[in-house]
């Protein structure tokens, strides 16, 4: 298995503020496949996500990718792993409003010894025209491209994205979901993505729904629908 | 809506507690120097002012060759001349100290006794201040002056010497080398008649009464004392205005005074600039609450008033908290020392002027206001849907077009470009800073340049000034002509020597040509006046109130005092003097001339003496100017970088969860900066130097020395080196910052 976590125990707070998050979560992704994290707002979707990506800490439990355990990991090692291993995908895009769009993608190849070809990569992502404007002057889904692009220029093994359509209209959120398609099948990137959208569900391998903290649902998709012939995104 | 924002500025406060704490304790501390250094200034200037009024200063003093007959002095105070008899004997004590022997004053130049009681009868003396504190002496000591036994009854001061200098030629005081003390009528007369002693000055100190001039006096003398060919009755006569033992202190404050309050403003209006750096920076996160708010129907006004409060606040209570520091024990009063450890001045109670509290409670809110008022209404002009989507005016600049793939370098251009209000304020900084360290060194430079250069210029081991030359030149005894003339530049007058050399003289350097009226003056003239070969020099004798114009024709090392030479028959003809006529003997070692016949005596000892006296005098001031240059381009620096670290916390957030490391985050954040405060120095240091070195000649325009503020080239490389370590030293401090900036924050607010 790729990413195999095992009975994730994750709590904010004390005494009155109390809150357990994440109550024994289980589950594993194999190489290459793309995976979809569902559940109502605040089932703790985004709190896993985190302590995947090494942004959080776990109480208890394990959680290995690509055979390096998670629980315990230094601080600075967590960020060497983030930088070896990952790409990051948000909702709000996070682009830095200084750079160019082709500046913002060279933030993160300067991290990879092996990036992918810059020129290449604007090219999948359909924003090779666009290089030299600023994010400000993008249209929301130019700017998710431009994030994506740059969550994938150093190659990662595994790519985490939350609610990458959350804040876009349904025809652009089928192009970013026929990007990422293409992406997993030309890459072979493994992709965890939360998303509330249903369906997304049905053109990744694995679906995992959490309830509460704790997972609820967890299966492989037998049949795939392209993204390209997704209904009521 | 008030209400609600008198809670935010005290929430503002709480949030920003290390920066507005940083920027408190610089204003009180930059409030806190300039009130002790003026109020001590002011202190001085009106106190000694008050002092020299009470105690009858005189409104002038001549000197005679001989005394004056009872007759001539009764036709004097019948013309309103009122005179006092300041005679003196200048006596060399064991420890090789000069004591000047005077008598008890009645009515001009009263003596201040601090400390014990007035002389009453023979065999009680009151000493001079300084001299005693140097000396150890104190009332009830035994001192024995001129194989006489003394019990010291007092110890004060006279305000005609509050510079105490031996000679008006003198370049400093050295209370070590030379004090007053003050005997009765009768025990002065017997000294007086001992032939053993050196000989007898004879000084009037006049007042005048109302309606009389300077003139009158010098009518009066004419008429009795005509002008001859051989020698000149009327030696000297020196009005109190232009003799720089009379209220030296207050001129030497005039300065500090207004050095003070110039650079308490410049600092002050950096300050507020800095401020209004967070501010600016701090309503562009605010932006779309502020939009909101417009929306909702506030006022500008109100929005800008709001923003304005705090640093108001703060301002104000920092330079009243300042002042009131400046004032108390750790203040002015210690300021002050500076003076006591040099002039010779009665205890003064520190005075408090009114312009002063005003200046520490206004200055600082108001610029800090005004400042902020320009600074932020411009980004508070904005409509409230574009502060609500909180745009980013889209200039030119920040979207300028990177050529090449360097990434790093693009990405710190970038930086740069987006920091460029930071920036600019380091770069101010720096240079109010370098103004700042400028004048501290060129303070130290000034007294290291004057010692070095008067020290290496003498080559006599003696120098006898006679007050009537033998015949015979002593054996082994260079002779000299000196007279001493003086020069008023930028309010101040100085006595400057001249002194007329053979062509084979053994002890300068100078080797004036016979062309008349021209002469080679000393370095510390050259540098003091500014002048250079072809140069006319215009030269006055108070007591003739004849003008010399002189020709220069070169410039030699000599820098003790202010001393010019010239061909000594030139020079024996344009005074009037006979051929061979002579008044100064110089040599190797100790000359067996007639007690009686010496004015002055100095000993190659006595020079290096007092040349270490400037530095010496001046440290604790340099020390206190360097550090607070220190200081000012620290603090600036660390507080701008905080604004850059804490603006891009957002970004630096980002690439941490991106995997970047707390140094390459440095590196792309910070790094750029280097070269922003590099050029600054680079373009700052030399215009820094040349500013102050313009402003020098005014600072130091009352005393007589050179002017020489060259240093070597290796300090310009070393400044700067400094200037670097200031900025790695606050570059690791705002790299921890980054240490502590958490990936998650991007996860909580979005940019
Ligand atoms: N730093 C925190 N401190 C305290 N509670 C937190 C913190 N972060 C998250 N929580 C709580 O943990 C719970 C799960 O949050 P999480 O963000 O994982 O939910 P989510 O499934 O991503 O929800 P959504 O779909 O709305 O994004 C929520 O109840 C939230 O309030
Ligand atoms: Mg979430």
Redesign the pocket.
């Known amino acids: 298995m790729y990413l195999e976590v095992k009975d994730v125990k994750k709590s ?2 004390s005494d009155t503020s109390y ?1 357990q ?1 994440l109550n024994g979560i289980s589950t594993s992704v194999e190489q290459g496949d793309m995976c979809v994290i569902q ?10 996500l985190n302590c995947i990506g090494g942004l959080e800490t776990m109480d208890s439990g394990s959680i290995r990718v690509d055979g390096r355990e998670l629980f315990g990991m230094k601080p600075s090692v967590l960020s060497d792993y983030r930088r070896e291993l990952l790409g990051f995908v948000f909702q709000f895009y996070n682009l830095v409003p200084n750079l160019t769009v082709l500046e913002n993608i060279q933030v993160c190849q300067y991290l990879s010894k092996e990036p992918l070809d810059l020129d290449e990569l604007l090219e999948i992502i359909g924003l090779a025209e666009h290089r030299d404007k600023f994010p400000s002057q993008l249209s929301g889904g130019q700017q998710q491209r431009c994030a994506i692009a740059r969550a994938l220029i150093k190659n990662p093994r595994l790519l985490l994205c939350d ?1 990458p359509t959350g804040a876009l209209d349904s025809k652009t959120s089928r192009d970013i979901l026929m990007l990422l398609e293409t992406i997993n099948q030309r890459y072979g990137t493994t992709m965890l993505i ?1 998303t ?1 959208n249903n369906a997304i569900k049905s053109m990744v391998h694995k679906v995992l729904v ?1 309830k509460d903290g704790m997972v609820v649902k967890d299966y492989r998709n037998d049949v795939r629908v392209p993204a390209a012939d997704l209904e009521d995104l | 809506m008030n209400r609600v924002f008198r809670k935010r500025i005290l929430r503002d406060l709480k949030e920003n507690f290390s920066r507005w704490l940083a920027l408190f304790l610089m204003i009180v501390m930059g409030m806190y120097i300039v009130t002790s250094v003026v109020g001590a200034a002011e202190t001085v200037i009106t106190q000694s002012n008050r002092a020299a009024l009470k105690n009858q200063v005189e409104d002038g003093e001549f000197t005679t060759l001989i005394p004056l007959t009872e007759e001539q002095e009764e036709i004097l105070e019948n013309a309103g001349i009122m005179l006092e008899r300041k005679f003196s004997i200048d006596i060399l004590l064991e420890d090789g100290s000069k004591l000047r022997l005077m008598k008890n004053r009645k009515k001009v130049n009263l003596i201040e006794v601090d400390e014990g009681q007035p002389v009453k009868e023979t065999g009680e003396v009151v000493l001079e201040k300084r001299y005693s504190e140097e000396h150890g002496w104190g009332v009830g000591d035994d001192i024995k002056i001129a194989g006489r036994e003394f019990v010291i009854v007092g110890i004060g001061t006279t305000p005609d010497y509050d510079l105490p200098v031996g000679s008006l030629s003198d370049m400093a005081a050295e209370s070590a080398l030379f004090g007053t003390a003050f005997v009765t009528k009768e025990q002065y007369e017997e000294f007086a008649g001992d032939e053993t002693l050196r000989s007898e000055d004879y000084t009037y100190a006049y007042r005048l009464k109302e309606g009389k001039s300077e003139e009158d006096v010098k009518r009066e003398l004419k008429s009795f004392l005509p002008e001859g060919k051989e020698t000149k009755m009327l030696t000297a006569f020196v009005t109190a205005d232009r003799n720089p033992r009379i209220l030296a202190a207050a001129g030497d404050m005039v300065m500090n005074k207004e050095m003070g309050l110039i650079a308490g403003v410049v600092v002050m209006a950096l300050f507020a600039y800095v401020i209004s750096v967070f501010v600016i920076n701090q309503i562009s996160r605010e932006a779309a609450v502020i939009g909101t708010l417009y929306a909702l129907g506030a006022k500008k006004k109100e929005i800008l008033a709001h923003y304005i409060t705090l640093p108001a606040l703060v301002t104000f209570v920092g330079g009243v908290i300042g002042a009131a520091l400046g004032f108390s024990g750790i203040g002015a009063a210690r300021q002050m020392s500076e003076a006591y450890g040099y002039f010779s001045l009665p205890a003064f109670d520190t005075v408090c002027p009114v312009y002063l509290l005003i200046y520490a409670a206004v200055v600082p809110p108001v610029l800090s206001i005004v400042v902020n008022f320009f600074m932020l209404n411009k980004k508070l002009s904005q409509t409230a849907l574009s502060l609500m989507r909180n745009e980013q005016k889209a200039s030119k600049l920040r979207q300028v077009k990177l050529k090449g793939d360097n990434f790093v370098r693009n990405f710190r251009i970038r930086q740069t470009l987006r920091e460029m209000r930071a920036s600019v304020t380091v770069i101010v900084g720096l240079f109010v800073s370098l103004l700042v360290f400028m004048l501290g060194l060129n303070c130290y430079v000034l007294c290291e340049n004057a010692a070095k250069d008067s020290v290496e210029s003498v080559k006599f081991a003696y120098s006898y000034l006679l007050k009537y030359p033998e015949g015979k030149i002593p054996e082994g005894a260079q002779a000299c002509y000196s007279e001493s003339l003086s020069k008023t530049a930028l309010g101040f007058t100085l006595d400057v020597t001249v002194i007329g050399i053979d062509a084979d003289n053994r002890y300068f350097e100078a080797r004036p040509s016979d062309r008349e009226n021209s002469i080679v003056i000393g370095k510390s003239v050259a540098t003091k006046y500014g002048l250079t070969a072809g140069d006319s020099l215009t030269l006055t004798d108070s007591a003739s109130e004849k003008d010399y114009d002189f020709t220069v024709e070169g410039i030699c090392d000599y820098a003790v005092g202010l001393t010019v030479f010239m061909d000594i028959d030139g020079m024996r003809a344009l005074f009037g003097r006979e051929s061979g006529y002579y008044n100064m003997l110089l040599a190797d070692g100790p000359l067996a001339v007639d007690a009686g016949r010496i004015y002055a005596l100095t000993s190659r000892t006595d020079i290096e003496r007092s040349a270490a006296i400037f530095t010496k005098l001046m440290m604790p001031m340099i020390t206190m100017i360097l550090l607070a240059s220190f200081l000012i381009f620290f603090m600036v620096m660390y507080l701008m970088t905080g604004v850059m670290v804490n603006r891009a916390s957002f970004g630096i957030s980002l690439v941490k969860i991106f995997g970047f490391r707390t140094e390459e985050i440095r590196s792309l954040y910070l790094d750029g900066g280097a070269v922003t405060v590099a050029a600054g120095a680079l373009v700052g240091i030399f215009p820094a130097k040349r500013a102050i070195d313009m402003v020098y000649p005014q600072a130091v325009a009352n005393v007589a020395c050179g002017l020489n503020l060259y240093f070597s080239w290796y300090y310009y490389p070393l400044i700067f080196a400094g200037i670097m370590l200031v900025y790695l030293v606050v570059i690791a401090l705002q790299t921890r910052k980054i240490g502590r900036i958490s990936p998650v924050e991007v996860l909580k607010n979005r940019e």
């Not at chain 1, 559940?39 to 896993?48: I, N, P, V, W």
């Open positions: 904010y707070g809150v998050v559940g109502t707002s605040g089932s703790g979707k985004s709190t896993l609610e939360v509330h959490i």
